[in-house]
């Protein structure tokens, strides 16, 4: 069983930044990959970004040389830096890992970024 904690929304203005973090806790060795999703009101949830245990990245068009996602493997925690953000990426930003051929998700964390 693997159980996630994020953090770090807040409400924040249009060209701001958010740190946001997740910390994993539980029964495993080790979690091959870790990830964000958001879900914005009305939309269906999509994938933000991902990263490896190795640290191999991959990013959602919009978010790309905006967001950066990092982990750190002995705190079993991943980050995602956002800049640069838009309203559009108002949303709840859930973290995710997945372990074998099951996915965990926290319960999410909601960012707005509005005036």
């Known amino acids: 069983q693997v159980q996630l904690a994020e953090s770090g929304g807040d409400l924040v203005q249009p060209g701001g930044s958010l740190r946001l973090s997740c910390a994993a806790s539980?029964?495993?060795?080790?979690?091959?990959?870790m990830g964000w999703y958001r879900q914005a009101p009305g939309k269906q949830r999509e994938l933000v970004a991902t990263?490896?245990?190795?640290?191999?990245?991959n990013y959602e068009d919009s978010v790309k040389g905006r967001f950066s996602i990092s982990r750190d493997n002995p705190k079993n925690t991943v980050y995602l830096q956002m800049n640069s953000l838009k309203p559009e990426d108002t949303a709840v930003y859930y973290c995710?890992?997945?372990?074998?051929?099951?996915?965990?998700w926290g319960k999410g964390t909601l960012v707005t970024a509005s005036s």
């Open positions: 995710t890992a997945n372990v074998g051929i099951r996915t965990y």
């Open positions: 539980g029964t495993f060795f080790m979690l091959p990959v």
């Open positions: 990263i490896t245990s190795d640290r191999d990245t």
